[in-house]
């Protein structure tokens, strides 16, 4: 059995009196994608935060690669990364020098940097001054300067927070690319689409609690309808009808309807993420 | 503590530096305020008298000049030489002693003496080394003046206000360079979060602190050591004014990262270099009023570091004339250190709680 790149037991943190994480607990293996979705403030942010020693937890205990998380620990801190929301690079270096220095600070003397911007789309604006990038170019520097130890754990907080499709789709190759790597990834984020194409599996997070953890695949199986919806010509209009799949001569009635001259479409009626989330929590991804 | 990573981050801030406006106007405002204070109150800049001298008969007027106060004095072989030094104004004046001239000048003869002076040359100089030329030779003569001057001094004795001016501006460079820039470097890398993304990685938050401290002490050594060459006060014993400029650049980085640690922006900076300036500043303006009670200077912190640099670079003495100075300089220091340390804590825990 691989030991987990993330262990997570009962884990708490409070800001004061306000509990920001209660009791999580999760692990994530080598090269597995975790889908932190929650609303802002449901204690994402803070749970990486902890998981990166940035701030020791209250109680419980976490594991990064088998050690035990804590301040200072620069075996772990060699061998993570962390995205963080708030685009923190140094504005006035070159993006080439921003990851030339951070791979210094990790003891890195052939780091690639030049083939790291490639991946991520900025080789041609390498010796460009970071200040002159725009907001989906400053998120690529991010995230390449999260690629520039090539991490065993990324910390992804938020990747792709306003940010364009284009710009979206291409982070989320490179981060797929990363776990095809191996690296074991845990991504935050309130982007339910996001969640659903990256994550491996998916824990919402609520008030500091994770309510539910598990592949998007059996969520929305387990908490959404199984059923399709079917779309037919009737005379002039369209008419539709639901087909509960689980109810008896279902397979007929649907076979019957796909057969029919009349038929335009079948969708099927999954939940989506959101809606799941809203049926756990009563509550939006967004704000 | 890894040396190589607090190497790493110096390195950083040295390069970034030049690269922000703030950085530039902090380097360059001691020299703009020492030619502001030159042009104001007469220049420091003015060099001494030049005198050239070629003496063919190792004369008693060129030891006497030697042993003159304020006079550069250059020796020649050549009266050529001397003479075009003085045509291309890179002498004052020149003075040409033949050989035998003092043997003469004691036999009461009366031997021929050149003297060039420069027609570019300041007529202030002219008339200090003509006057200093006389007075050597009459009393090699060994005749006494022919009148007794009687001196009237007007004004305050005491130093010059261009000279008691220096530490005014010493304090700014070391003020600027060693309590404001690494200050604001640590401010900036918390405003920017920066030294959040510095933390997840091996760096140590003592790290960081040591680079931005010793970016501190080496900018502050470096520019009041500048400003002291800019102002004609490096003083006889460079060793000395060495040791004396890298202890205050010491206490006022000490003072500087303090100052970092517990700003949380840049107008929370602002706002406590506003608030302790005076009391930083209060004993530079103690050498402008000498005769204030000097013993309120020393209740300030950075009179422990503008006095040793003000007795070894400005008046000439050695670093052992001022080692009780420089002791307090370091205790102070070190006695900051654990209010450092308790405060970086604080900041740490305010940084990630944002």
Request: hydrophobic share 50%; aromatic share 8%; charged share 20%.
């Amino acid at each position: 059995m691989t030991t987990p790149a993330i262990k997570v037991e009962d884990l708490c943190f409070s800001y004061g009196d306000i509990e920001a994480v209660k009791n999580v607990s999760f692990e994530v293996q080598p090269g597995e994608i975790l889908g932190f979705l929650g609303p802002n403030g449901a204690g994402k942010s803070t749970t990486i935060k902890v998981l990166t020693g940035q701030m020791p937890p209250d109680s419980g205990r976490a594991e990064i690669l088998g050690m035990e998380i804590g301040h200072d620990n620069p075996d772990i801190q060699a061998q993570i990364s962390v995205c963080f929301e708030e685009k923190n690079l140094y504005l006035n270096m070159t993006a080439l020098e921003n990851l030339d220095f951070f791979a210094s600070l990790f003891g890195i003397k052939d780091a690639d940097s030049m083939e790291i911007l490639r991946r991520v789309g900025l080789a041609e604006r390498a010796k460009d001054r970071v200040h002159s990038f725009s907001k989906g170019m400053r998120q690529r520097m991010m995230i390449s300067r999260a690629f520039i130890n090539k991490p065993s754990v990324l910390f992804l907080d938020e990747p792709t927070d306003g940010l364009d499709p284009v710009t979206s789709a291409a982070i989320r190759k490179t981060i797929k690319e990363e776990a095809d790597r191996g690296a074991a990834v845990l991504l935050t984020t309130h982007d339910m689409f996001e969640a659903d194409e990256l994550s491996d599996r998916v824990a919402f997070i609520n008030e500091g609690e994770i309510v539910a953890l598990d592949t998007a695949e059996n969520l929305k199986l387990k908490y959404g309808t199984r059923s399709v919806r079917v779309r037919l010509r009737d005379g002039e209009g369209v008419s539709e009808e639901h087909i509960a799949l689980d109810e008896g001569g279902s397979s007929e009635r649907l076979a019957h309807l796909a057969a029919s001259p009349d038929l335009m479409t079948i969708h099927t009626e999954e939940a989506t993420l959101e809606a799941i989330f809203i049926e756990l929590t009563g509550r939006r991804l967004e704000g | 503590m890894s040396l190589t990573r607090i190497l790493k981050m110096l390195r950083k801030d040295f390069a970034l530096g030049p690269r922000s406006p703030i950085f530039l106007y902090m380097i360059l405002l001691p020299f703009a305020l020492t030619g502001l204070f030159q042009f104001a109150f007469g220049s420091l800049f003015t060099p001494q008298p030049r005198l050239g001298i070629v003496d063919a008969g190792n004369s008693a007027i060129t030891a006497a000049v030697e042993g003159a106060d304020g006079i550069d004095l250059t020796l020649l072989d050549d009266a050529a030489e001397l003479r075009a030094q003085v045509e291309a104004n890179d002498l004052d004046a020149g003075l040409v002693l033949p050989a035998g001239f003092d043997d003469a000048v004691r036999d009461g003869g009366r031997p021929p003496l050149q003297f060039y002076i420069g027609g570019e040359s300041y007529a202030s100089n002219r008339v200090i080394l003509t006057v200093t030329a006389l007075d050597a030779i009459r009393d090699l003569e060994g005749s006494a003046a022919p009148v007794d001057v009687e001196v009237v001094s007007f004004g305050e004795a005491g130093l010059p206000i261009n000279l008691r001016l220096v530490p005014i501006i010493v304090f700014y460079a070391l003020a600027l360079a060693g309590i404001f820039l690494p200050g604001s470097s640590l401010v900036e890398e918390k405003e920017h979060g920066t030294l959040n993304a510095l933390l997840v990685t091996p760096v140590k938050v003592s790290e960081v602190l040591v680079s931005k401290w010793i970016f501190g002490v080496v900018l502050a050594t470096v520019m009041s050591g500048v400003t002291l060459a800019l102002n004609g006060a490096l003083g006889p014993r460079p060793l000395d004014v060495l040791t004396v400029l890298v202890t205050g650049a010491i206490l006022v980085a000490t003072l500087g990262l303090l100052i970092g640690v517990l700003a949380k922006d840049s107008t929370m900076l602002f706002a406590l270099i506003k608030g302790t300036g005076i009391l930083m500043f209060a004993p530079a303006i103690f050498y402008l009023f000498p005769d204030w009670p000097q013993w309120i200077a020393k209740l300030f912190p950075l009179y422990w570091v503008i006095e040793p640099i003000w007795q070894v670079s400005v008046m000439g003495g050695a670093v052992t004339e001022v080692w009780f100075e420089v002791l307090v300089a370091l205790l102070i220091s070190a006695a900051l250190l654990p209010l450092i340390v308790v405060v970086a804590r604080r900041m740490q825990a305010q940084m990630v709680s944002q």
